[in-house]
T-cell receptor, first 119, second 113 residues
Framework: ETGVTQTPRHLVMGMTNKKSLKCEQHLGHNAMYWYKQSAKKPLELMFVYNFKEQTENNSVPSRFSPECPNSSHLFLHLHTLQPEDSALYLC??????????????????FGPGTRLTVT | GNSVTQMEGPVTLSEEAFLTINCTYTATGYPSLFWYVQYPGEGLQLLLKATKADDKGSNKGFEATYRKETTSFHLEKGSVQVSDSAVYFCALSDTSTGNQFYFGTGTSLTVIP
């Protein structure tokens, strides 16, 4: 496997279900991200992990619970979701700019996404 | 604060037409600028980037020049193909905010034969 992989690619779940999305990066990066992409809305950053530590949580509801056991793997645990949570969930990875202000550009590499439908 | 504004679509062009997708930005520090492309059913792929003023990023016939004086990073291609049909996202990464990206809303491009 190369790049960033995500499983499953498609997921349909009821509002009472519990499921998890998985992301794995094979690029040797140390920062990972979850984004939500909804139709006709801007890409929304949900969570950021640097060196396995969560550094960003953009006011995401607690029914979304991220987990980053190591720099290569990222999970998004889902429970008690609402229909408006239906979207494409994208994982990305990058090198981290550490410390902040280092004038280098580290682009993000994206996985193919998981298309989630909540019924 | 940081933000990216790109032209609204959808854009429909005939094959071999000239493409411009406008992108302007605001940033508090010294941003790097990116264009990403998303083909149907896929994630975002980096198309090109520029890290400082007057840099030109280029890839697959697409070009964009980092213009600090006009805070712009417009995407251009001289002759589009049907295979270029996709959604294009302009983005910035500001060194003062670590590795957070700011994306535009995306511009859908359809190229017809």
């Amino acid at each position: 496997e190369t790049g960033v992989t995500q499983t499953p690619r498609h997921l349909v779940m009821g509002m009472t279900n519990k499921k998890s999305l998985k992301c794995e990066q094979h690029l040797g990066h140390n920062a990972m991200y979850w984004y939500k992409q909804s139709a006709k809305k801007p890409l929304e950053l949900m969570f950021v992990y640097n060196f396995k530590e969560q550094t960003e949580n953009n006011s995401v509801p607690s029914r979304f619970s991220p987990e980053c056991p190591n720099s290569s793997h990222l999970f998004l645990h889902l429970h008690t979701l609402q229909p408006e949570d239906s979207a494409l969930y994208l994982c990305a990875s990058s090198q981290d700019r550490w410390p902040k202000g280092t004038p280098l550009s580290y682009e993000q590499y994206f996985g193919p996404g998981t298309r989630l439908t909540v019924t | 604060g940081n933000s990216v504004t790109q032209m609204e679509g959808p854009v429909t062009l005939s094959e071999e037409a000239f493409l411009t997708i406008n992108c302007t930005y605001t940033a508090t520090g010294y941003p790097s600028l990116f264009w990403y492309v998303q083909y149907p059913g896929e994630g975002l792929q980096l198309l090109l980037k520029a890290t400082k003023a007057d840099d030109k990023g280029s890839n697959k016939g697409f070009e964009a020049t980092y213009r600090k004086e006009t805070t712009s990073f417009h995407l251009e291609k001289g002759s589009v193909q049907v295979s270029d049909s996709a959604v294009y996202f302009c983005a910035l990464s500001d060194t003062s905010t670590g590795n957070q990206f700011y994306f535009g809303t995306g511009t859908s491009l359809t190229v017809i034969p």
